[in-house]
């Protein structure tokens, strides 16, 4: 079966520290993917798009990658901060229109 | 702010009334994604317009959903004859041009 994974348990980090999430998938060749954040009671917001051919993707602190070999992609925050605690979540657009398919997401909680 | 806008914010109906939720993306937005979100997972896909044709529904959409995009524009899905299980967060996001997908506030419904 098809299937996007993130761990389910909560990332706990001191402020200061790099914050590294995964999602790993199974039975999906994506032409991208893509990481957003997402606040409770809220709409996810989109942070990065990274395409089948690129390795990696930077933005300010944030650093993705991609290994479509190991079916993988790693999430990075830099220099954490208590505002950047939040759910996590990866997508793939599987079918090139746009229609991506979610992990469940991954709880980032930094602590000062 | 996404420019993305939902209405309403919050919707608590019985089991059995029909509900109807309204999407205003932005005008640069030919693309109209309508994605449903329960507490724990990630979003999923319901279904999508390019400008007023809908071209994909989910299994997910049962014959009881319904969605609209007159005129290319603002979007609407109804719910008839709603149970408790459809109670979750619907999600309405915009399309922009370079794969990035805007999502809205979100409706959250309860089924009582």
């Known amino acids: 079966s098809q299937k996007i994974e993130q761990n389910s348990e909560a990332l706990n980090i001191q402020e200061g520290k790099t914050a590294t999430l995964t999602c790993n998938y199974t039975n999906y060749s994506p032409a991208y993917l893509q990481w957003y954040r997402q606040d409770p009671g809220r709409g996810p917001v989109f942070l990065l798009l990274?395409?089948?051919?690129?390795k990696e993707k930077r933005k300010e602190r944030l650093k993705v990658t991609f290994d479509t070999t190991l079916k993988q992609s790693l999430f990075h925050i830099t220099a954490s901060q208590p505002a950047d605690s939040a759910t996590y979540l990866c997508?793939?657009?599987?079918?090139?229109?746009?229609?991506?398919?979610f992990g469940t997401g991954t709880r980032l909680l930094v602590s000062p | 702010d996404t420019g993305v806008s939902q209405d309403p914010r919050h919707k608590i109906t019985k089991r059995g009334q029909n509900v109807t939720f309204r999407c205003d993306p932005i005008?640069?937005?030919?693309?109209l994604y309508w994605y449903r979100q329960t507490l724990g997972q990630g979003p999923e896909f319901l279904t999508y317009?390019?400008?007023?044709?809908?071209?994909?529904k989910s299994r997910l959409l049962s014959d009881r959903f319904s969605a609209e995009r007159p005129k290319g524009s603002f979007s609407t899905l109804e719910i008839q004859r709603t149970e408790q299980g459809d109670s979750a967060m619907y999600l309405c996001v915009g399309g922009g041009s370079y794969n990035e997908q805007f999502f809205g506030p979100g409706t959250r419904l309860t089924v009582l």
């Open positions: 317009f390019q400008n007023e044709a809908q071209l994909e």
């Open positions: 005008s640069e937005h030919n693309r």
């Open positions: 997508a793939l657009d599987i079918e090139g229109f746009q229609k991506l398919v």
């Open positions: 990274i395409r089948e051919n690129e």
